[in-house]
């Protein structure tokens, strides 16, 4: 396992390698030399015996008889005196395969049992050969050449000079060489492993180093840099390793950034936003589609967009908006529970243009679809509010046109009545104008400290004859000599107070009672106006400072309000710093408070 392991590294492969080539090319070179030296040494011992039977006499000596079986005694002569310089043995053979002369003692034996009989066969043809063989001793085996040389030319040969030569010492050269090879390389292959250890290590340990920080850089940390020791491949591929980490942390950090930005957007955008992938599985909802939603995180994990819908709308599903967003975006306004929702569909890609889903923005407009219900309310009221006069005005002016101004008390009813109408008109024009300025920050304020209890008296005066034609009470619960101080513009606050007070006059019966109190109540100036006329519905408290607002509009319009009273008072109230708060009963009446903060009276010694 461990040498599997070593294989299975950069290093072991480089090592193993140069090991395997080192042993190859050793081998191929070891055999071909050794082939060679040992051709070598053959054909030196082939050439030697080649020559020296070419150069010397006994061939020619012997071609001399004719039959060499009767000239034993001569041939024998002959072969002891060549035979003196030189190490081979020889034979002599007759064409009968007989052996006439020998040096080894061998005379008159058949050359059959002693000799190689296909060379001899070849030499009595009248050609030379040669042949290896090892001759089998009782203790070993000798290995040895043997070349037969014709004795005469052509058909008139008339046996074989044989000679052969011990070759053990070649072989045991040759074997020799074997070995010193083998030594040397051993000795190669031990120099090329350390070689290859180090050539190795030197390529692999920038790529470790490499690794192991790429290692850390996936874990996060990019403050890692690989030292460049070269100007090679492996050098370059450092300092680009170092310049892919800086373009990395870079990229990395600005995709932070950004992915930040867009998680602060999510979470504090006031739409609804929400994803789903092509299955239409929820892969995405940020805080506000949540709430809305009424939502938690892990019940919107994993829910299917259609399950979703079906608290909204259940006609809406996934696969329907999937083909209303295949050309143009879709939009659907929904209203569930009360509240109006408006919602946006479009589908979204990947950048190789595969669809992955489709998002969905979710608003609520229930505010924004009451406000434009209120502004053509607004609208529709005004356009109403000054139409009727409008009509009173113009069709009496025709009718005082048309002869009417002969009867001076008809045409004094007539111009009575038109001046009321355009007294109304005018009162309406006034108001929204006041109110229009307050909107839009542009009323003048002359705020100045002056006493509550002064101001509420002076209103009270001024209602008085109205509610004693009424036979009404008012009644003042606060002590009329108190000081109560407060910052403000006298002339709106008494518009306040004398608007409340009218309302509670006209909508309490005959006989009626108000109560009017004048209070302090912490850091604020306290005005309570009670009266017990004829209430308004519960359902319809939520409205009364709405423009144009009235319980009953037909009875409000006989008794000449504009229905924008509570409106003007409530945006005065609150250009105080104050509010004011309104509670009724039907059939019981009506309780009206106002708050306004109290101003500090130390040092202040004239106050109105």
Avoid at 242 to 253: D, P, Q, V
Avoid at 552 to 566: E, H, I, P, Q, W
Wanted: proline share 1%; net charge negative; hydrophobic share 40%.
């Amino acid at each position: 396992m461990k040498i599997k392991a070593r294989f299975a590294t950069i290093r072991g492969r480089i090592v193993f390698i140069y090991f395997l080539l080192v042993v190859i090319a050793t081998t191929i070179i070891g055999v071909f030399i050794i082939n060679q030296m040992e051709d070598y040494y053959i054909d030196s011992v082939r050439r030697n015996m080649t020559n020296t039977v070419r150069e010397g006499t006994l061939i020619s000596s012997l071609a001399a008889y004719d039959d060499l079986s009767a000239h034993a005694t001569e041939v024998q002569s002959s072969v002891d005196a060549w035979a003196r310089s030189l190490q081979q043995e020889i034979f002599v053979v007759d064409t009968n395969f007989l052996i006439v002369a020998s040096n080894t003692e061998n005379q008159g034996k058949s050359a059959l049992d002693i000799l190689d009989y296909d060379i001899i066969l070849e030499g009595l043809s009248g050609e030379i050969a040669e042949s290896s063989e090892s001759i089998v001793t009782q203790t070993s085996k000798i290995p040895v050449m043997n070349m037969a040389f014709p004795i005469g030319e052509g058909t008139a040969v008339r046996g074989v000079l044989y000679l052969r030569s011990d070759m053990s010492g070649i072989e045991e050269n040759v074997n020799q060489s074997k070995l010193i090879f083998m030594r040397a390389m051993v000795i190669a292959l031990l120099v090329t492993c350390i070689l290859g250890f180090w050539i190795a290590k030197s390529i692999t340990d920038p790529i470790r180093d490499v690794t192991v920080k790429a290692e850390r850089m996936v874990q996060g940390d990019f403050s890692q840099e690989v030292s460049a020791k070269s100007e090679d491949e492996i050098g370059q591929f450092a300092t680009m390793f170092n310049l892919l980490r800086l373009e990395l942390a870079k990229t990395l950090s600005e995709i932070s950034s950004e992915k930040n930005k867009l998680e602060t957007v999510l979470r504090h955008m006031a739409d609804g936003l929400i994803a789903t992938d092509n299955s239409g599985l929820i892969i995405h909802a940020n805080h506000a589609a949540l709430e809305i939603l009424q939502l938690s995180d892990r019940t919107a994990e994993g829910m299917d967009f259609d399950s979703l819908m079906r608290n909204l709308d259940s006609s809406l599903t996934f696969r329907q908006l999937r083909k209303e967003c295949e050309l143009v975006p879709s939009t659907h306004v929904v209203e569930s529970n009360g509240f109006t929702y408006f919602l946006r569909f479009d589908k979204f890609a990947s950048e190789g243009s595969t669809e992955n889903g489709i998002i969905m923005l979710l608003q609520d407009i229930t505010e924004r679809q009451k406000l434009e219900n209120m502004q053509t309310d607004f609208v529709a009221n005004v356009s109403h509010e000054l139409k009727t006069p409008l009509t009173t005005i113009k069709s009496y002016t025709e009718t005082l046109l048309d002869g009417a101004l002969e009867d001076r008390n008809t045409a004094e009813s007539f111009l009575q009545i038109i001046d009321t109408e355009a007294d109304r008109m005018n009162r309406l024009v006034k108001d929204l104008l006041q109110l229009s300025r307050m909107e839009h920050q542009q009323e003048k304020w002359h705020m100045k400290a002056g006493n509550l209890i002064l101001l509420v008296k002076s209103c009270i005066t001024k209602v008085e004859l109205t509610a004693a034609a009424k036979g009404q009470h008012l009644i003042s619960m606060f002590d009329p000599d108190a000081i109560i101080t407060v910052n403000m513009d006298k002339d709106r606050i008494e518009q306040v107070v004398l608007n409340i007070l009218s309302n509670a006059i006209k909508y309490t019966g005959e006989g009626g009672r108000v109560d009017i109190d004048v209070l302090k109540d912490g850091k604020f100036a306290r005005i309570v106006i009670t009266d017990n006329g004829i209430g308004i519905p519960q359902a319809q408290l939520s409205r009364v400072f709405e423009r144009f607002f009235r319980v009953d509009k037909a009875r409000s319009r006989a008794m000449g309000g504009t229905g924008l009273g509570l409106s003007i008072s409530k945006q005065i109230v609150e250009e105080h710093g104050g509010s004011i708060e309104l509670t009724s009963r039907e059939g019981e009446g009506t309780k009206v408070s106002i708050l306004i903060p109290l101003t500090v009276t130390r040092g202040i010694s004239n106050i109105e």
